[in-house]
């Protein structure tokens, strides 16, 4: 991939797109573009971390494990978005690793000019801190969620924000990567994401084939879900997309 | 409290110490100190944010609330860490509510100082993204353990992250506030605190009397609780307290 290329991709992300060409062109000439199969891993937690990734094509699983294999998934990254930047912010080892979930493309990129940008530039340290503050405040719905919504509430909610929020009458939407990451996404055991999936089809008339889901509305589907959310429909966090 | 006061104070957060004179006078001239009586609100959920703050006494809870009142706990605030500055970089509204858990003193401070500083002092950007990363980290951290950690063990966790991490031997502590509390803060129901509690004290040979813990060793607790956590004992994130 060109230096050009990876510049134009780069330019996509509401990040960079303040950038100066001589800092993108520093990041685009030490680029590479990987190509991942299903499964590859990226890099593992506690790594030393030296370099962030754009994603290009497929997802990307970020996950943190236990000595004994036990999983829990910190988000699972699509195109078009980015990762493994904070540990230039704290000790240099990535608290997360990263996996492919599919088929995936993603832009690796150099850590050191990124520093370097931040501690000259502080419009651009302001766009990282408003990236960060937008993530803070995911993280702190999804432990809301956790707390506060029941099962087939969240699955409710996950569907509700893969929808363009304000589409009117019948949707039809597909779900992004198998039915087992959803389930394991939203920190549920197979089984009770299968038991719950059953009760959030019964409560809202929703259709579910394979990947494909039919609402009848989106607003009956809000009304389920956003009874056990503090926030109200359509989600501020989200822009109509 | 006089400016001089207000900035001792704030000398003793990591973010201020390398800050200039003017900036923390001019943060310091416009500072307010507020007494709060037990169950006092601070600030309500999606309140306009003018001012962020420091606690210097007590504890400030950090909820998000349904509008049938059911709460989560975003954070329990302990005397010298500070919140609310998030909303400078997302909409300038709160993303959740501030209330006292008990007798508190907050110093109160205007936002609008800390945006221009940031805007023109790349070092304390970086600082400001340092701070935020941590919380970050500590956010994913508590979603891990609410995929992989039993309640018993997340019960334990809570405690062994009071303990200096270094102790030896057998180890007194504290809980730092009411039992009730600190099973919202785990996002447990009281009953399923108080199972998971009497579970961990035969687990572990824990004993605990009104809200004094003692423990045989750290070790013990440790090897307990952290099977179920992706990270090794002593937390990398704590300084030796």
Same mark, same amino acid.
């Given at each position: 991939? *060109?230096?050009? #290329?990876?510049?134009?991709?780069?330019?996509?992300?509401?990040?960079?797109? +303040?950038?100066?060409? !001589?800092?993108?062109?520093?990041? !685009?000439?030490?680029?590479?573009?990987?190509?991942? *199969?299903?499964?590859? %891993?990226?890099?593992?937690?506690?790594?030393?971390?030296?370099?962030?990734?754009?994603?290009?094509?497929?997802?990307?699983?970020?996950?943190?494990?236990?000595?004994?294999?036990?999983?829990?998934?910190?988000? %699972? %990254?699509?195109?078009?978005?980015?990762?493994?930047?904070?540990?230039?912010?704290?000790?240099?080892?990535?608290?997360? +690793?990263?996996? !492919?979930?599919?088929?995936?493309?993603?832009? *690796?990129?150099?850590? #050191?000019?990124?520093?370097?940008?931040?501690?000259?530039?502080?419009?651009?340290?302001?766009?990282?801190?408003?990236?960060?503050? #937008?993530?803070?405040?995911?993280?702190?719905?999804?432990?809301?969620?956790?707390?506060? #919504?029941?099962?087939?509430?969240?699955?409710?909610?996950?569907?509700?924000?893969?929808?363009?929020?304000?589409?009117?009458?019948? %949707?039809?939407?597909?779900?992004?990567?198998?039915?087992?990451?959803?389930?394991?996404?939203?920190?549920?055991? =197979?089984?009770?994401? *299968?038991?719950?999936?059953?009760?959030?089809?019964?409560?809202?008339?929703?259709?579910?084939?394979?990947?494909?889901?039919?609402?009848?509305?989106?607003?009956?589907?809000?009304?389920?879900?956003?009874? +056990?959310?503090?926030?109200?429909? =359509?989600?501020?966090?989200?822009?109509?997309?």
């Amino acid at each position: 991939m *060109s230096p050009d #290329q990876v510049i134009a991709h780069l330019k996509k992300h509401v990040l960079f797109q +303040g950038c100066t060409d !001589a800092f993108l062109n520093d990041l !685009a000439e030490k680029a590479v573009l990987q190509r991942l *199969s299903k499964g590859q %891993v990226l890099f593992l937690q506690h790594d030393e971390a030296k370099r962030f990734f754009l994603v290009l094509k497929g997802w990307i699983k970020l996950y943190r494990e236990t000595l004994d294999g036990a999983q829990a998934i910190v988000d %699972v %990254v699509p195109s078009g978005q980015m990762f493994g930047e904070a540990p230039l912010f704290l000790d240099h080892t990535s608290s997360f +690793g990263a996996e !492919a979930t599919d088929v995936s493309e993603v832009i *690796s990129l150099p850590l #050191q000019p990124l520093e370097a940008e931040l501690k000259k530039n502080p419009a651009f340290a302001l766009e990282m801190l408003k990236h960060m503050a #937008q993530r803070q405040q995911n993280q702190e719905r999804e432990l809301e969620h956790r707390d506060l #919504q029941t099962a087939p509430q969240r699955i409710g909610c996950f569907i509700l924000r893969l929808a363009k929020q304000d589409a009117e009458g019948s %949707v039809t939407l597909h779900l992004p990567y198998d039915k087992n990451l959803v389930a394991q996404r939203l920190g549920m055991q =197979p089984e009770t994401f *299968s038991r719950a999936l059953s009760k959030l089809k019964k409560a809202t008339n929703m259709e579910v084939k394979g990947s494909t889901i039919r609402l009848e509305s989106l607003q009956t589907l809000a009304e389920f879900c956003c009874a +056990g959310c503090s926030s109200t429909f =359509p989600c501020g966090d989200l822009t109509s997309k």
